[in-house]
């Protein structure tokens, strides 16, 4: 069985800072994908960044990258010029038959 | 764009009512999931749906819950008799095919049981 671990609950950080938000997982696949998802005090799931475990290459969405180590099976996400709009909840998920999401990590941008 | 849509938004039920919750996946999509997060907790995992049938449930998905594809648009989740714990939001999800395709969420429906 899949399962994926976000080992901070909550974080903060300051306007325009970087912030960086860890996920280890574990899995018995080889190819497999990734995703970090967003969910803003509306409730909606927004999805913010997918990695494909077969490329070396870390995925880049703008302010948003990865750090992804396969090896280690960890798949951490950096908010980079960090706004206020990015106070959300954020769920590492790993698809495989079904998404299986981490717990969550509550981050919280100050001004 | 193509979006999932749920209705109702918001219901309010009382317990050891029935309630169904609906949702309209996105329309070449194959696989269909419903989710519950009971607030401020973690995203759950209740049943996957797929080529018509359930393809896998959790724990959480009994006896009380059931899933239909009623008219081949429409996906919904049946609680025969809702509980006060079975106040939480639900999700309902779909995924065109295979482990790499994104999850399109719908908004949810928060289900609040008095």
């Known amino acids: 069985a899949q399962t994926v671990t976000q080992s901070q609950p909550e974080m903060s950080v300051q306007e325009a800072e970087t912030v960086t938000l860890s996920c280890t997982y574990d899995t018995s696949e080889s190819n497999y994908y990734l995703f970090w998802y967003k969910q803003p005090p509306s409730r909606q799931m927004i999805l913010v960044i997918r990695?494909?475990?077969?490329?070396?290459q870390n995925a880049t969405e703008n302010r948003f990258s990865v750090n992804f180590q396969k090896a280690a099976k960890s798949f951490s996400l950096k908010i980079s010029d960090s706004q206020l709009g990015d106070t959300a909840m954020y769920f590492c998920a790993s698809p495989g038959q079904n998404f299986v999401f981490g717990p969550g990590t509550r981050l919280s941008v100050l001004p | 764009e193509p979006e999932v849509t749920q209705t109702p938004s918001h219901q309010v039920t009382q317990m050891g009512q029935e309630v169904i919750l609906r949702c309209v996946p996105i329309?070449?999509?194959?696989?269909f999931y419903w989710y519950r997060q009971i607030l401020g907790q973690k995203v759950e995992f209740l049943v996957s749906?797929?080529?018509?049938?359930?393809?896998?449930k959790s724990e959480i998905f009994d006896d009380q819950f059931s899933v239909e594809r009623p008219d081949g648009s429409n996906f919904t989740l049946k609680i025969r008799s809702t509980k006060l714990e079975d106040s939480a939001m639900y999700f309902c999800?779909?995924?065109?095919?295979?482990?790499?395709?994104?999850?399109?969420f719908g908004q949810g429906t928060r289900l609040t049981v008095v």
């Open positions: 749906f797929y080529n018509n049938e359930i393809s896998e």
């Open positions: 999800a779909s995924r065109q095919t295979g482990d790499d395709a994104e999850a399109f």
């Open positions: 990695q494909e475990a077969y490329k070396q």
């Open positions: 329309s070449n999509h194959l696989y």
